[in-house]
């Protein structure tokens, strides 16, 4: 069984940054992983993918040069670093595997299999 634990959340003011972590057991290969997020009202939204070897990478239009998605070599541990942040970056953020085998990522949710709880980010202006 898979199980995805995201850590790193809090309230922080605009124009600080936050590292939020995933780590995703239960697995023998590296996986494409990704990061979503949900605000208040608002649809599940994509906010960057990562292929299983690391060097394929998405980023949402809106997080762009602002947000860095990394991963540990040979296992399933994620990182977003988030610089610069925002209100509108108020959401709980989501560590999503996609244990297909995809070569690639994938920014599609129903491709993703497994899910974490979630970890709450709250920018103040």
């Known amino acids: 069984q898979v199980q995805v634990v995201e850590s790193g959340g809090g309230l922080v003011q605009a124009g600080e940054s936050l590292t939020l972590s995933c780590a995703a057991s239960?697995?023998?290969?590296?996986?494409?992983m990704g990061w979503f997020r949900q605000a208040p009202g608002k649809a599940r939204e994509v906010v960057a993918a990562?292929?299983?070897?690391?060097?394929?990478?998405y980023y949402a239009d809106s997080v762009k040069g602002r947000f860095t998605i990394s991963r540990e070599s040979a296992n399933n541990t994620v990182y977003l670093q988030m610089n610069s942040l925002k209100a509108e970056d108020t959401a709980v953020y989501y560590c999503?595997?996609?244990?297909?085998?995809?070569?690639?990522?994938?920014?599609?949710?129903?491709?993703?299999?497994?899910w974490g709880q979630g970890t709450q980010v709250t920018v103040s202006s």
């Open positions: 999503a595997v996609d244990t297909s085998g995809n070569y690639y990522y994938t920014v599609i949710e129903d491709e993703y299999d497994y």
């Open positions: 239960g697995r023998t290969f590296s996986d494409a």
């Open positions: 990562i292929s299983w070897s690391g060097r394929s990478i």
